[in-house]
């Protein structure tokens, strides 16, 4: 990573290990007053192995300088530890918030339940409500035939009747006339007490229904107001960053100038940086812990994932301290358009899950803040899952690191985190 202080804001994370400026700035300074001496730094001659020679006005800036710097970089620590307050608060409200989301689904899931119950009791209602209006036909054809023949009906028995046996069984057909019509009109009254009792049901299913949406109203309530909050520490952090870049860009040019000269010592530092970063990995990967599950296998994915996976293989590092910029690149070469911002940024708009069950392949898995360097304190870290518990990322060159070992590593902070990048299910 290029040593100059001035950065663009909208440069992509310098999250791992072996992309961050471990060695402070007031340490490079310091180193180049050891090594070279204040008259060197300067452009001032001097005799090989001499002590430094300075006038007093090349001193005097030295230890502005010096003064300048230490400022800057309790600041910068200042700054730093607030960010890991923000990032864990920011943790937090993730973490409600996926719960949430949880009851809120299931609560859906029972509604959707109960109309669809509401629904069919409508239907039993309709057909019920047909019957009925069959059988309220067919007795009021009854009645008003027995009303126009009520009168002369016995009467036209009696003279049409040829015995006194064949009068007794042509009124025992009216009686049992008679008796069909009591009968349906007992079926007309429990076909309405079948109504009544299935619009009792009806009502207390939409009541029921009527209380779980209000529940469902405050859940969604807590919810926008969990949004409202993350919303809010994101644009805190939006605003500690802009005083990061404010800080960097105050440094005098004398402090920059310095730096740059000293380049090959922190070229040395980065290099012993990186073994370090090494020797933590592999101490990270002995004591590493495995989260409960697995996520999803390689030879599972669908076309879009594995041209995600072909993409993570293929593209090459853009340089050290750049895991989103590559992650971005990753997605643009395999068509799927560029991931914009830093791996904190690309956890808090994209990765919602940190179930295993829930990884896919093709899916960005990042943290937001990680305490191993100050740069990824403030930017986390990103990296792309291809499969078979295996995350492809950028750490100034391109690795597969077992996901346990990579959730090991960078989750003390925060909890590593995995989603669809710019909201695109590679699965659908």
């Given at each position: 990573?290029?040593?100059?202080?001035?950065?663009?804001?909208?440069?992509?994370?310098?999250?791992?290990?072996?992309?961050?400026?471990?060695?402070s700035r007031r340490a490079a300074i310091q180193a180049a007053?050891?090594?070279?001496?204040?008259?060197?730094?300067?452009?001032?001659?001097?005799?090989?192995?001499?002590?430094?020679?300075?006038?007093?006005?090349?001193?005097?800036?030295?230890?502005?300088?010096?003064?300048?710097?230490?400022?800057?970089?309790?600041?910068?620590?200042?700054?730093?530890?607030?960010?890991?307050?923000?990032?864990?608060?920011?943790?937090?409200?993730?973490?409600?918030?996926?719960?949430?989301?949880?009851?809120?689904?299931?609560?859906?899931?029972?509604?959707?339940?109960?109309?669809?119950?509401?629904?069919?009791?409508?239907?039993?209602?309709?057909?019920?409500?047909?019957?009925?209006?069959?059988?309220?036909?067919?007795?009021a054809t009854r009645v008003t035939s027995s009303y126009k023949t009520g009168k002369t009906g016995?009467?036209?028995?009696?003279?049409?009747?040829?015995?006194?046996?064949?009068?007794?069984?042509?009124?025992?057909?009216?009686?049992?006339?008679?008796?069909?019509?009591?009968?349906?009109?007992?079926?007309?009254?429990?076909?309405?007490?079948?109504?009544?009792?299935?619009?009792?049901?009806?009502?207390?299913?939409?009541?029921?229904?009527?209380?779980?949406?209000?529940?469902?109203?405050?859940?969604?309530?807590?919810?926008?107001?969990?949004?409202?909050?993350?919303?809010?520490?994101?644009?805190?952090?939006?605003?500690?960053?802009?005083?990061?870049?404010?800080?960097?860009?105050?440094?005098?040019?004398?402090?920059?100038?310095?730096?740059?000269?000293?380049?090959?010592?922190?070229?040395?530092?980065?290099?012993?940086?990186?073994?370090?970063?090494?020797?933590?990995?592999?101490?990270?990967?002995?004591?590493?812990?495995?989260?409960?599950?697995?996520?999803?296998?390689?030879?599972?994915?669908?076309?879009?994932?594995?041209?995600?996976?072909?993409?993570?293989?293929?593209?090459?590092?853009?340089?050290?301290?750049?895991?989103?910029?590559?992650?971005?690149?990753?997605?643009?070469?395999?068509?799927?358009?560029?991931?914009?911002?830093?791996?904190?940024?690309?956890?808090?708009?994209?990765?919602?899950?940190?179930?295993?069950?829930?990884?896919?392949?093709?899916?960005?898995?990042?943290?937001?803040?990680?305490?191993?360097?100050?740069?990824?304190?403030?930017?986390?870290?990103?990296?792309?899952?291809?499969?078979?518990?295996?995350?492809?990322?950028?750490?100034?060159?391109?690795?597969?690191?077992?996901?346990?070992?990579?959730?090991?590593?960078?989750?003390?902070?925060?909890?590593?985190?995995?989603?669809?990048?710019?909201?695109?299910?590679?699965?659908?």
């Open positions: 990573m290029s040593q100059q202080i001035r950065r663009n804001p909208q440069r992509h994370a310098i999250d791992s290990p072996s992309c961050d400026t471990a060695v007053f050891a090594a070279a001496g204040a008259a060197v730094l300067f452009g001032l001659p001097r005799l090989a192995g001499a002590e430094p020679q300075a006038s007093q006005e090349t001193t005097d800036k030295l230890n502005n300088a010096q003064a300048q710097l230490d400022d800057a970089q309790e600041q910068l620590d200042e700054i730093s530890s607030q960010f890991e307050d923000l990032s864990r608060q920011l943790d937090d409200t993730l973490g409600q918030i996926e719960t949430l989301q949880g009851q809120i689904d299931t609560t859906q899931a029972n509604i959707d339940q109960i109309e669809q119950d509401i629904s069919d009791t409508q239907d039993d209602i309709d057909l019920k409500q047909a019957q009925l209006d069959r059988k309220q036909e067919v007795l016995i009467l036209s028995l009696l003279l049409s009747s040829d015995s006194f046996d064949e009068l007794v069984s042509k009124l025992h057909y009216v009686d049992k006339i008679n008796a069909s019509d009591q009968e349906a009109i007992e079926e007309i009254h429990a076909i309405q007490d079948a109504l009544e009792q299935q619009k009792a049901l009806l009502e207390q299913q939409k009541e029921e229904l009527e209380q779980q949406m209000a529940e469902l109203e405050q859940q969604m309530s807590e919810l926008e107001q969990l949004k409202s909050q993350q919303t809010q520490q994101l644009d805190d952090m939006k605003a500690k960053k802009d005083e990061v870049q404010q800080l960097l860009d105050s440094l005098s040019q004398d402090v920059k100038d310095l730096i740059a000269q000293r380049d090959a010592e922190i070229l040395a530092a980065a290099q012993a940086e990186e073994e370090a970063r090494r020797a933590a990995e592999e101490a990270a990967r002995q004591g590493a812990t495995s989260i409960p599950g697995d996520g999803q296998s390689a030879i599972a994915a669908g076309t879009a994932q594995q041209r995600v996976v072909d993409s993570a293989y293929s593209t090459p590092s853009p340089g050290a301290g750049l895991c989103a910029g590559w992650v971005s690149m990753v997605f643009a070469n395999a068509g799927f358009g560029s991931v914009p911002g830093n791996a904190d940024d690309q956890y808090a708009n994209w990765c919602t899950s940190s179930s295993k069950s829930n990884l896919k392949v093709g899916m960005i898995i990042a943290v937001p803040s990680h305490p191993h360097t100050s740069a990824g304190r403030i930017y986390g870290h990103v990296g792309v899952y291809v499969g078979d518990n295996t995350v492809r990322d950028n750490v100034g060159y391109i690795r597969s690191i077992d996901v346990d070992q990579w959730i090991s590593y960078y989750g003390p902070t925060s909890t590593p985190r995995w989603g669809w990048a710019n909201g695109i299910n590679l699965e659908g």
